[in-house]
């Protein structure tokens, strides 16, 4: 009878297990990045329907809730705050800009709750302002442009011409480019800088600024609508005939289809060959992304996806939702993703998510990745000493 | 040369944006989105019919929607106060944004290179588009059009009539009604031909009605609003000097270039490079009732809302407190803010750089200086009034929408600083990390300090209406010749008011800081300053209290619409909309 009841008991408790749920407070720019958040949100939803048909995490379902940050820092903290306090999610994810990101992350801190940072690149949300709290699941801006160093100094190239949207993003890629080329390759020469508005370049007078410097390649962190308009009038000036350019994340699908038929060739990029990688990972998430949302993946589908599979796999290992349990689950945790393992570092608390580094062609018409490559985001990162001295706490 | 092209389009739109206030006095914010829809029409139409087909069709549409725009909103609002027409033309704005991506999407669409102009020519040994030179063509011939429009035909004629005194065009018996709706479906028309026409070099995107928008009404305030020869000047101007800070390696400086130009114009000559001063009696709309002491059940009621106040932490969760500390710190920005354009008569465009700098300099005193909070906290007033104290002597000798656009330009510059001067102000990523002591810390403490400090303040700001100064304020708003007679010195009562605002908006500015542990530029940038004035607008500019009203309807609504309602943006345009179309009519 005694032990009827125990069977009883334990059963019980395991069904209010089975009952219990993880609750994700979601928050980003929807409105204001649509381009990249869309594919981001679908992403999301998919992982959270695989994964509760699959029984869920640690027996408990994934529930997520979505907020729009409004695009500002302030905004963002409030958002958040309601979620903590209305919602009492058991954890934050989200954000694209690096000022939300930021802002976000410290409120994390504060507020001692886990911020997975899934779509900011700021080099700064992991080492400088990194906190105990926060993890970030991209490459970041330092490790992009760590990625395509290899492939410029090949180039063999001595003038070196950069253009980058005028906000931390371009300015930090633009140092870390400078610092690591000129490592890698003594006696380069950097003859021209130039720094537009994010979002407001004068292409042609920019175009040309960069021609008149006679460079013999270019670094660019253009993206969006900067990078249209500055492929369209260098297209137009004849100015990649004879220079090679090397440009970060312009081979992600949200950046590069716009660019159809005017695709530059040959160009060196960071990016995503959906329609090219053939591992088993990752097909089966694009066969399950297509299949559910009649459309192919994008960046941000990947990025959405795998950051709600992170915290799957985190609340696995914790066993339960706890913060701090949380928070020693992330350190070190390795996982499956669409563009193979990752680790969750201890040391920074980056994941070692990494991108594709290949060539810009056309293909019917339409911007593709050829000769590309993956590259592991463990192999492009400073040293350990490096790291420490950048992050005090 | 680079400049040239880039100058013409911008003409296009500040020639519409011109004639539409030369004629209606209406301030068209939604003229960015005129702009913005013809780009959109310009690039769907061009699939199907191609480019130069597209490019005339689709200025004709937007020429429509601007006609319609007149006839079913504007024309409502001919009557009611000037900046009530400025807040229906805003809510316009959010409403086409929306519809927008409603109808095309989120991605960014670029348009077909022009058929038979998508090459270069060569040009002193560069190659330059041949399309720039077809726009550097069309900004000129447009010019041209325009000029022998208004000097050669009767309309054109008529239209200037109306620009140089509406009330007697209309005594003479010229029909405005239809006079305004076609001079409107004109200047939609440059708008939509200026964003069709921009297709093949810039991708249509939601983002560029506001800035195109803000660089057209520099172009107009530039050039002397109402003046189609000194918009035009300006154009080249501005569109130059860019391109020369390009071809120099000073690109950083493009980022608020235009705004130290108009700056420093407007300061050598209060009418831009070639306008009038407005004929007063045109400009102001008639002297607002005074105001009147708030009745004995005005100030029960008051001081009944702050003992719910008072009581709530008792009664709440912790997240009504985080969203009425928001509240509270917005009601005293906006009071501010109303303190200058209610019993000061001066519209501000850029009052969230009072906001800003006193967050900054509170963060910048914790962070480096390590001061305490509190400390630093009862600083930041001074930062922010001195600010004010400076771009104020400057403002305080235009008037109207001259002084406006001056305070948006000092804004933008002090944006500009703190987005651009890493090594202090941490750049575009602002700075982290400033939290209230224990004390003070958590939703609870932090409300009741926020609510001690804005009620405070906020009782001093309706209290100083009525003071020696306040009076002297209003006198001078009514009527700056009698008040001067009376021995009133107007300048120096308008910069005082100026100083007052910018002080008590840096109150504001930290308290806002402290309660997000974080700052960015964006907290002087001109879409804050545009939220405190719909905030001022929607409460009513007239009332002693609506700011505050407003400040707390504006941050519930944009609270629970963006968290319950997908296109939230609309909505809340609509609802503006309809609360000012009540109101006026």
């Known amino acids: ?393 | 040369m680079n400049g040239l092209a880039g100058a013409s389009s911008l003409f296009l739109v500040a020639a519409g944006l011109s004639l539409i206030f030369g004629v209606s006095r209406i301030v068209n914010f939604a003229h960015g989105s005129l702009y913005m829809l013809g780009m959109y029409l310009a690039v769907a139409l061009s699939g199907a019919l191609g480019f130069w087909a597209a490019l005339p069709l689709a200025a004709l549409a937007v020429a429509l929607c601007g006609a319609a725009m007149e006839i079913l909103v504007l024309r409502r609002l001919y009557g009611a106060p000037e900046l009530l027409q400025l807040l229906a033309t805003f809510a316009l704005v959010l409403i086409v944004r929306d519809f927008a991506l409603w109808a095309w999407g989120p991605e960014d669409l670029l348009g077909p290179r022009a058929p038979g102009l998508g090459g270069a020519v060569e040009i002193a040994g560069r190659p330059f588009p041949q399309y720039d030179l077809f726009l550097l063509l069309l900004g000129p011939a447009v010019f041209a059009g325009l000029t022998l429009l208004l000097k050669r035909t009767r309309w054109g004629i008529l239209v200037r009539a109306a620009t140089e005194d509406r009330v007697m065009a209309g005594a003479l018996g010229i029909n405005e009604r239809w006079l305004f709706t076609a001079v409107f479906a004109l200047g939609a028309l440059l708008a939509g031909l200026g964003g069709a026409s921009a297709i093949p070099r810039e991708p249509a995107n939601l983002g560029i009605d506001l800035a195109v928008v803000a660089d057209a009404f520099v172009v107009v305030v530039l050039g002397g609003l109402g003046s189609l020869p000194g918009a035009f000047a300006a154009a080249l101007l501005i569109g130059e000097v860019k391109a020369f800070c390009i071809a120099f390696g000073l690109s950083q400086a493009t980022l608020a270039i235009e705004f130290v130009i108009m700056a420093a114009v407007l300061v050598a000559r209060p009418w831009g490079l070639l306008g009038r001063p407005l004929d007063p009696g045109v400009a102001q709309a008639k002297a607002a009732p005074p105001f009147s002491l708030p009745a004995r059940a005005t100030r029960v009621a008051l001081a009944a809302v702050l003992v719910v106040l008072l009581l709530l932490p008792a009664a709440s969760g912790p997240y009504p407190l985080v969203l009425l500390t928001d509240i509270l710190v917005f009601a005293l920005f906006a009071a501010s803010l109303h303190f200058l354009m209610g019993p000061g008569g001066m519209a501000s465009f850029g009052h969230a750089a009072y906001f800003g700098i006193g967050a900054y300099a509170a963060v910048l005193l914790v962070l480096r200086a390590h001061w305490p909070v509190v400390a630093a906290w009862l600083a930041a007033p001074f930062f922010g009034a001195a600010a004010a104290a400076l771009f104020g002597w400057f403002c305080v000798r235009l008037s109207g929408i001259y002084l406006a656009m001056l305070t948006l330009a000092f804004a933008q510059i002090a944006w500009s600083i703190a987005f651009q001067w890493d090594r202090v102000t941490g750049g575009s990523n602002g700075l982290v990390g400033a939290w209230p002591p224990a004390w003070l810390a958590g939703e609870r403490a932090y409300y009741g300090f926020t609510l001690a400090v804005s009620a405070a303040c906020l009782a001093l700001l309706w209290r100083a209406v009525y003071t020696p100064f306040g009076y002297a304020l209003r006198a001078a708003r009514d009527s700056a010749l009698r008040a001067a007679a009376a021995g009133i010195d107007v300048r120096a009562q308008q910069w005082l008011a100026f100083v007052a605002a910018g002080g008590f908006a840096g109150i504001a500015g930290a308290l806002y800081a402290f309660s997000k542990g974080s700052i960015s530029p964006e907290l002087l940038a001109v879409g804050r300053s545009v939220d405190g004035l719909v905030m001022v607008l929607l409460g009513g500019v007239h009332t002693l209290t609506g700011a505050a009203w407003g400040a707390a309807l504006f941050t519930w609504l944009q609270d629970t619409a963006a968290r319950e309602i997908g296109y939230w943006r609309a909505a809340l345009g609509a609802a503006i909309l309809a609360l000012v179309i009540a109101r006026a009519s």
């Open chain 1, 1 to 393: 009878m005694r032990t009827l009841l125990l069977a009883v008991l334990l059963s019980l408790t395991g069904l209010a297990c089975a009952q219990g749920v993880v609750k994700i407070g979601e928050l980003n720019s929807y409105k204001v990045f649509p381009a990249f958040l869309e594919p981001y949100r679908k992403g999301m939803e998919l992982a959270v329907e695989e994964i509760n048909a699959a029984g869920g995490a640690a027996g408990r379902r994934i529930e997520l809730v979505t907020r729009d940050d409004g695009g500002t820092p302030g905004d963002a903290v409030r958002v958040a705050e309601e979620l903590i306090a209305r919602e009492k999610v058991n954890l934050l994810m989200g954000t694209f800009a690096s000022n939300v990101g930021l802002a976000v992350a410290n409120l994390a801190g504060e507020r001692k709750i886990v911020f997975l940072a899934s779509e900011p690149l700021t080099d700064k949300i992991v080492w400088q302002d990194g906190n105990r709290y926060t993890f970030r699941l991209r490459p970041s801006t330092y490790m992009q442009t760590a990625m395509l160093i290899p492939e410029a100094v090949r180039l063999k190239k001595k003038r070196w011409a950069i253009v980058y949207p005028n906000y931390e993003y371009g300015q930090s890629a633009t140092a870390s480019f400078k610092k690591l080329l000129a490592q890698a390759q003594p006696g380069v020469e950097f003859v021209a800088e130039q720094a537009p508005p994010l979002g407001k370049i004068d292409a042609g007078a920019v175009a040309q600024a960069l021609a008149d410097a006679r460079p013999d390649a270019i670094f660019s962190a253009l993206f969006a609508a900067d990078l249209q308009k500055f492929v369209r009038e260098g297209n137009t000036r004849g100015l990649f005939k004879t220079t090679p350019v090397v440009n970060l994340l312009a081979g992600e699908p949200e950046y590069l289809d716009p660019l159809k038929d005017e695709t530059p060739e040959g160009w060196w990029v960071t990016g995503y060959p959906w329609s090219e990688i053939q591992t088993p990972e990752h097909r089966k998430f694009r066969d399950a992304y297509e299949e559910r949302w009649h459309d192919y993946p994008r960046e941000g589908s990947v990025v959405g996806y795998t950051a709600v599979y992170a915290v799957a796999q985190a609340v696995k290992k914790a066993n339960g939702a706890d913060t701090e349990k949380l928070v020693a689950a992330f350190a070190g945790l390795k996982m499956q993703t669409p563009f193979g393992p990752i680790e969750w570092r201890a040391i920074d608390h980056q994941s070692t998510m990494g991108a594709y580094v290949g060539r810009l062609a056309r293909r019917d018409g339409k911007g593709v990745m050829v000769d590309w490559y993956y590259v592991d985001g463990a192999k492009v990162q400073p040293s350990e000493q490096e790291i420490r001295a950048l992050r005090k706490q």
